[in-house]
């Protein structure tokens, strides 16, 4: 093993301890790297005292290095991309001084002074105030939904559909009527000569006459429109019954 390797090993196992879980070797295609050599992601959150451990913190960022031949003689291969929160156009800004830092401290294990160097620069940039709104557009653009633009209406489609739910209007209204009046004939009213000489007449004048001894409880009205074209019949039948009923009895 070269000095150069061993050296790159010793590091990666400090990192691997001094930051745990932040800490990840991810496969080559995952990094953004032009390299096929082992690649790693550390996760950088803004420096909040005030931040619980429990609590999610409004951004995040990914740091994506890997190794080159002669590192820490030459400058890493670094990249960076927003886990949580962050602008693209900022993401520019942090890997150009990242990339200066890492020539300023060439000869020298120096991610972790990267590491340190972003978090820093987020803490400045992305407050707790400032981050929180930001995360909360993005997560307000990703819960927007998108209705999608039905079939356009013409009169055709119109007319189909007032229908088929007059159709539907109908069936229900049919479900909440009772059976009985579907079934049960509808009773046939009676002109003004035919009640008279059904007898009902003289019934009800009977029950109006014992009703109004007892109290005036309600009257029976008859419309005259039942009446209208019968009243000359009904004279003539109830003048033939009272002669009828006056006439002397012949004897035998």
Same mark, same amino acid.
């Given at each position: 093993?070269?000095? +150069?390797? !061993?050296? !790159?090993?010793?590091? $990666?196992? &400090?990192?691997?301890?001094?930051?745990?879980?932040?800490?990840?070797?991810?496969?080559?295609?995952?990094?953004?790297?032009?390299?096929?050599?082992?690649?790693? !992601?550390?996760?950088?959150?803004?420096?909040?005292?005030?931040?619980?451990?429990?609590?999610?913190?409004?951004?995040?960022?990914?740091? @994506?290095?890997?190794?080159?031949?002669? +590192?820490?003689?030459?400058?890493?291969?670094? %990249?960076?991309?927003?886990?949580?929160?962050?602008? @693209?156009?900022?993401?520019?800004?942090?890997?150009?001084?990242?990339?200066?830092?890492?020539?300023?401290?060439?000869? *020298?294990? *120096?991610?972790?002074?990267?590491?340190?160097?972003?978090?820093?620069?987020?803490?400045?940039?992305?407050?707790?105030? #400032?981050?929180?709104?930001?995360?909360?557009?993005?997560? &307000? /653009?990703?819960?927007?939904? $998108?209705?999608?633009?039905?079939?356009?209406?013409?009169?055709?489609?119109?007319?189909?559909?007032?229908?088929? +739910?007059?159709?539907?209007?109908?069936?229900?209204?049919?479900?909440?009527?009772?059976?009985?009046? =579907?079934?049960?004939? /509808?009773?046939? /009213?009676?002109?003004?000569?035919?009640?008279?000489?059904?007898?009902?007449?003289?019934?009800?004048?009977?029950?109006?006459? !014992?009703?109004?001894?007892?109290? #005036?409880?309600? %009257? $029976?009205?008859?419309?005259?429109?039942?009446?209208? #074209?019968?009243?000359?019949? *009904? =004279?003539?039948?109830?003048?033939?019954?009272?002669?009828?009923?006056?006439?002397?009895?012949?004897?035998?």
């Amino acid at each position: 093993m070269t000095e +150069y390797k !061993q050296e !790159q090993e010793m590091e $990666i196992e &400090a990192l691997e301890s001094i930051l745990a879980d932040e800490f990840k070797e991810i496969h080559s295609s995952e990094s953004g790297l032009n390299t096929s050599n082992r690649c790693f !992601q550390i996760t950088v959150t803004p420096q909040d005292d005030d931040l619980e451990e429990s609590s999610i913190p409004p951004v995040q960022l990914g740091l @994506v290095f890997s190794h080159t031949e002669n +590192y820490p003689d030459e400058v890493p291969l670094l %990249d960076v991309k927003s886990i949580r929160g962050i602008h @693209v156009s900022d993401l520019t800004i942090l890997k150009e001084k990242l990339e200066q830092e890492a020539t300023e401290n060439l000869g *020298m294990a *120096m991610i972790y002074t990267l590491v340190s160097s972003a978090k820093d620069w987020l803490s400045e940039h992305y407050g707790k105030d #400032d981050g929180a709104d930001f995360a909360e557009e993005e997560a &307000a /653009k990703e819960d927007e939904v $998108i209705v999608p633009h039905g079939e356009p209406v013409t009169l055709e489609t119109f007319l189909a559909w007032r229908e088929r +739910y007059e159709a539907e209007l109908a069936l229900e209204r049919a479900k909440l009527m009772p059976d009985s009046a =579907l079934t049960a004939p /509808k009773e046939k /009213k009676l002109t003004g000569r035919q009640w008279f000489e059904s007898g009902r007449a003289r019934g009800a004048v009977v029950t109006v006459d !014992q009703e109004s001894e007892e109290e #005036d409880d309600e %009257d $029976i009205d008859f419309e005259d429109e039942d009446f209208e #074209d019968d009243e000359e019949d *009904m =004279l003539e039948h109830y003048l033939a019954e009272k002669s009828d009923s006056s006439a002397p009895t012949s004897r035998a």
